[in-house]
Each structure stands twice: as C-alpha cells, then as structure tokens.
C-alpha cells in the first residue's frame, strides 16, 4: 500500500508541479504590421497563443491558435525568438512560452470569442505600449532586437 501512494505522489507530482508548454505567435501580414489581440480576461493587447495540447507539437500548436485566435493561417513559420520560462511571467500558472515569428495570411476575424474580444494588425512603431499581457512587451523587443532568447 505504501509503494502505492509513494507511486501516486509522483505522478501527481509529475503532472500538478511541471510547468505547462505554451507559445506566442508574432504574426507579421504581407504588409509588415503585427497582429495582436485583445484578451477577454484582462483587456490588454496580447500576442496571439495559448497551450499545447497533449500529442501536438510546437507548429502544430501555432498554426491551432493562429487561426482559433485570428482566423490568418500560417503561411511560414520564420523563425524562433525564444524560450520564456521565468515562473512569474504568467501570471495564472507557470508556463514555458516558445515564442516565434510566422508570415501569415488570410482574413482576421476572431474564432475564438471567449478568448478573444478583438482582433487588429498594428504598424511596429505604432503597437499599445503599457498595454500588452504578460511578458509580450518584453518578447516584442526581443524580436524587434533581433534576438533569440532562452529566458
């Protein structure tokens, strides 16, 4: 019985106490203009993405939330900016954020509307400063820096 609930600990420790794997998406249209949308939960401009699901990758992931959260389909995914693990930069839970830069295209439109209140593509000198989600402010400047950051 005792091997049991040592066994059940660990699993229960392997799943409740690992952080969980999510992306951000920096959706640039032909044009050059990024693409945010505004979150539902906080009213903040953000990054499109969100978790990967059990069994899919990370492209799977980002062309999934791509186009539940903006209705655009990747079109290339260029490349990776970085990795943003820091336990406090979700606020919600801690989560291991792969974040990278696709080309996309088709037509906004939100998907996702309990998610999802907004949906807008914003020149890069033009973005909501102060007024962005998490650490998207930061993985923003990253990309603008043309850096790749393991964080």
């Known amino acids: 019985m005792r091997r049991l609930w040592h066994f059940i600990q660990t699993v ?3 799943i409740f ?7 951000s998406i920096i959706p640039i249209l ?4 990024i693409v945010l949308i ?3 939960d906080n009213g903040l401009w953000s990054l499109p993405g ?3 699901d059990w069994g899919e990758d990370i492209p799977s992931a980002v062309r999934r939330e791509l186009a539940e959260e903006t209705g655009l389909e990747v079109a290339a995914i ?6 943003y693990s820091s336990p406090d930069r979700d606020p919600r839970i801690h989560s291991i954020c792969v974040v990278v830069e ?3 295209q088709g037509e906004m439109a939100i998907k996702d509307t309990i998610e999802v209140s907004d949906v807008q593509a914003f020149d890069s000198n033009a973005l909501p400063k102060g007024r962005l989600s998490h ?3 930061r993985q923003l400047q990253d990309y603008f820096k043309g850096l790749t950051t393991l964080d």
């Open 12 to 14: 229960l420790g392997i």
């Open 17 to 23: 106490r690992h952080p969980i794997t999510g992306t």
């Open 30 to 33: 032909p044009d050059g203009r």
């Open 38 to 40: 505004r979150r539902r």
């Open 50 to 52: 969100g978790m990967v």
């Open 78 to 83: 260029r490349r990776l900016v970085g990795v």
């Open 102 to 104: 696709v080309e996309v």
């Open 135 to 137: 650490d998207h402010g």
